[in-house]
């Protein structure tokens, strides 16, 4: 495979985890327009979003188990031709709009089990770290250019046009990956299985992954409300932040491909570490607004470093087949999403938007100690089995000279 063809097929993957991250939040930003033209509450509107993200929470490891042996090409293809049908679905009957986002999250618990396989396929695994950071920048992109110009359209075209528009990119992703993508088998090549399979860690990094990722949406479903009430900004400045936390995304995911070449481990403490820091300085520092701003940017930069050193650890560390693995590890980021935003809500009413920022950080907290602590049981656990070892050796050594001697008398 060429290396121009092989770029190719992974800026069309990247392109595909665009269009699944704008479609996911599209309706957060449309939630106004969308509530007055289907006639129905806000709080509805949300639900397009809530169980969208129950469905890739449950459904991601029983389906990616149940096509588990469908060529990457094959089946990308047929996820993305469903996307795009999916999401051009624009009625104006609230039920059957929430039928289609619900086979729209159906082809995205597959797509994000299956694009990081196939795409660390395309490239020698020296360049792995690289290849996860470009993929992840998609989603993040999306998160700062793709919802706010999705919403942008909505609010001067209808929500209608912004849906169609997403669909409309989403058949040229599907051109895209069609035509450049190898039909590769599943199980065949470097990324299909761990590279170093371990079993304790790849639980550890799904523990992670629910706490983390908890702790940062506790925090950023409630931002806009932080930086009017606490910081003291305007509600026309939210606009501008949330830009800010984008672009620094972007940045984060674009500087820890390399690191996370190097050294994946560490990659994963110091985006946990950093974001726990950021929240802990947005709690006790957030009424200065340059500061606010700065670290809710940095926040974003953590997060979305996260996000990609998953992605590249799974691969390290699969105990199996890397697609089910990864199917695991987003199911388990859907967990932290909902979990967040709703102990995120539930601190709201009564401790005020300063609590959800301090639970963020906490949880993130409470992910770091996890990983260290695996990281001081582990030699200690090894150190054991080898003093176990040599005493065992041991043992069979001073029974063998007993019998011996007995031989001997």
């Known amino acids: 495979m060429t290396r121009g063809r092989a770029a190719g097929a992974l800026i069309g993957l990247s392109g595909g985890t665009f269009l699944y991250t704008t479609a996911e939040a ?18 509805q509107v949300g639900m397009l979003v809530t169980a969208y993200g129950a469905v890739v929470m449950v459904a ?38 929430l039928v289609a986002r619900m086979v729209t999250a159906t082809t995205h618990a597959l797509f994000w089990a299956v694009v990081v396989p196939a795409a660390a396929e395309l490239f020698r695994p020296a360049l792995r770290g690289r290849v996860v950071a470009v993929v992840f920048a998609g989603g993040t992109v999306a998160l700062a250019l793709g919802v706010p110009a999705g919403t942008w359209l909505g609010d001067r075209a209808g929500w209608r046009a912004s849906f169609l528009a997403v669909a409309g990119l989403g058949a040229v992703v599907l051109v895209v990956v069609a035509a450049l993508l190898p039909s590769t088998r599943p199980e065949d090549g470097h990324a299909a299985r761990g590279a170093t399979p371990d079993a304790r860690r790849f639980w550890l990094l799904v523990a992670m992954a629910v706490l ?10 409630y931002v806009a409300l932080f930086v009017t009430e606490v910081t003291g900004l305007s509600a026309a400045s939210v606009g501008a932040v949330l830009f800010a936390r984008g672009i620094a995304s972007v940045l984060g995911i674009l500087a820890i491909g390399a690191l996370l ?8 403490l110091t985006t946990v570490a950093l974001q726990s820091a950021a929240l802990l300085g947005l709690y006790t520092f957030g009424q200065r607004p340059s500061v606010s701003v700065g670290l809710i940017a940095l926040a974003g930069l953590a997060f979305a470093a996260f996000t990609a050193t998953l992605g590249g650890l799974v691969l390290q ?7 089910l693995a990864a199917a695991a590890v987003s199911a388990a980021v859907n967990v932290g999403i909902t979990a967040g935003a709703f102990v995120g809500g539930v601190a709201l009413p009564s401790h005020g938007v300063r609590a959800t920022v301090l639970i963020g950080a906490l949880l993130g907290v409470a992910a770091l100690v996890l990983a260290l602590g695996e990281r001081l049981i582990r030699p200690a656990l090894r150190l054991s089995r080898g003093a176990d070892s040599r005493h065992a050796s041991a043992g069979v050594g001073t029974s063998s000279s007993s019998a011996s001697r007995r031989t001997r008398v």
């Open 317 to 323: 560390v699969a105990p199996g087949r890397s697609d």
């Open 261 to 268: 070449e190097r050294s994946p481990w560490l990659a994963l």
């Open 60 to 97: 991601s490891v029983p389906l990616t188990a149940l096509v588990r042996r469908v060529p990457r090409r094959r089946l990308l293809s047929a996820l993305l031709a469903g996307f795009v049908l999916s999401t051009a679905v624009t009625t104006s009957t609230f039920a059957l709009l």
């Open 26 to 43: 599209l309706p957060i930003g449309l939630l106004l327009p969308m509530a007055g033209d289907l006639a129905v509450s806000p709080s």
């Open 212 to 221: 983390a990722t908890a702790g940062a949406i506790a925090a950023y479903t």
